[in-house]
């Protein structure tokens, strides 16, 4: 079964610096039916303005997952991290025993990106944070690449690692191509550019769909597009 949530109908917060849309309640957001789905808690398609980003803040026992869409975040920590993110790159942070962080947009251009939270499967462990950059000239073939697992056999291929048994893939589709995703769990599907159809749904910029009682997806890009697949339980 898929749930379509089109971008018009997500919770929306304007703060002038930050335009957050939200695919569950966040903040200043609060719908009781829309709080998690499995092990997933947030999804924010935050556009952030040059010059402007989230303040030191702390977090603790949560997987974050940014992947930036367009422009760059800066972040540093207070484990002594520091780096730069840029579209179509992905930075995993667990936030584990409790760690504080900034997020800046240092760049001249508006900087978009998805914020996924997911749960851990262990409370407590160290915190981390790591970056990865990932091909961003190849097209996805057959199926999207994994960008973020639970799975160690995922890591040591380049995946980045996060604390419970999930997978996020990613990647561009050149218009007119089909892809088939396996799924291992439940789904929540991204559009994050272009166009394409989810098993005949069609789903544009900004859409986000919930994947229930599959064991495949099949995508079709209607045009250039840009795909992510949460696959959590």
Do not use: C
């Amino acid at each position: 079964m898929i749930k379509h949530y089109p971008y018009e109908a997500l919770g929306n917060v304007n703060h002038g610096w930050l335009n957050a849309h939200h695919h569950f309640s966040f903040g200043h957001y609060w719908n009781p039916e829309r709080v998690q789905f499995g092990q997933l808690r947030v999804i924010n398609d935050d556009i952030i303005a040059p010059q402007a980003g989230f303040g030191t803040h702390p977090h603790d026992n949560m997987e974050i997952i940014t992947y930036v869409r367009q422009g760059a975040i800066s972040h540093k920590d207070s484990m002594g991290n520091a780096g730069r993110t840029e579209a179509g790159d992905v930075q995993v942070m667990s936030a584990g025993t409790g760690i504080a962080h900034s997020e800046y947009n240092k760049e001249s251009e508006e900087t978009r990106l998805y914020q996924i939270w997911i749960t851990p499967d262990q409370r407590g462990v160290k915190p981390r944070w790591e970056a990865r950059q990932f091909p961003k000239d190849t097209l996805a073939t057959g199926a999207l690449p994994v960008l973020v697992s639970g799975d160690k056999a995922d890591a040591e291929k380049g995946a980045l690692y996060i604390h419970q048994d999930a997978a996020i893939y990613g990647g561009r589709v050149k218009a007119g191509a089909t892809l088939m995703q396996p799924l291992k769990h439940n789904a929540y599907v991204l559009a994050s550019e272009g166009s394409f159809t989810l098993n005949g749904i069609t789903m544009k910029k900004g859409d986000g769909a919930e994947v229930t009682g599959e064991s495949a997806l099949t995508l079709r890009a209607n045009e250039d597009a840009e795909i992510l697949v949460i696959d959590v339980a």
